[in-house]
């Protein structure tokens, strides 16, 4: 198994506007909007980075609760796997794919799709995975069951699952890809 982080080539890998202030990430975001129009990034509300917090904070305290550590306070985002759609989301994009073998797996915790729609009070199918936070073996057994979603529903036509996001609550091993 990989996991992959799309970015920006402008921006470089592993950047995230809930990591530092929220004024400061909210000019950021500002200015996507303003150089990178095409960007999936440039098409986020005004209230974006608040409900990215919101979500991290389910995300952090669903995992400390299934026995996860955390080493960071905001997490690195990846997906399991090459998601043809996030391939899209950027102008000048990219990626980095590392293999599972080189994370400490309780420090990585999952859902079934993206994380915002997961936990959404709009998104309410009643699907089992819906509002779930997973450990790395727990994962398995969703996947064994319902396949990654990037292979049956890329397009996002039956409902918003379409990769499995990957949080990763430590700098290793991305400091090795950062600098840091």
């Not at 809930?18 to 303003?34: R, S, V």
């Not at 095409?38 to 919101?54: F, H, L, T, V, W």
């Not at 309410?124 to 990654?148: A, F, M, P, S, W």
Request: charged letters at 30%.
């Amino acid at each position: 198994m990989y996991l992959y982080h799309y970015y920006d080539k402008r921006s470089g890998p592993f950047r995230s506007v809930t990591a530092i202030p929220m004024e400061q990430g909210n000019l950021i975001l500002e200015q996507m909007k303003q150089e990178r129009p095409e960007s999936m990034c440039a098409k986020r509300d005004s209230d974006y980075i608040i409900k990215r917090q919101d979500c991290e904070n389910i995300l952090r305290r669903e995992f400390i609760a299934k026995g996860g550590i955390i080493e960071i306070e905001s997490p690195y985002y990846m997906v399991v796997e090459h998601s043809p759609w996030l391939s899209t989301w950027y102008e000048r994009g990219d990626f980095l794919k590392i293999p599972i073998e080189d994370f400490d797996v309780r420090k990585l915790s999952f859902t079934y799709g993206d994380s915002m729609p997961t936990f959404s009070p709009l998104v309410n199918d009643g699907k089992e995975y819906r509002k779930q936070v997973y450990t790395y073996e727990e994962i398995l057994g969703i996947i064994k069951k319902y396949g990654l979603p990037q292979n049956w529903n890329d397009d996002g036509s039956q409902g918003p699952e379409r990769y499995i996001e990957a949080h990763v609550w430590t700098n290793e091993p991305i400091a090795s890809y950062i600098g840091i």
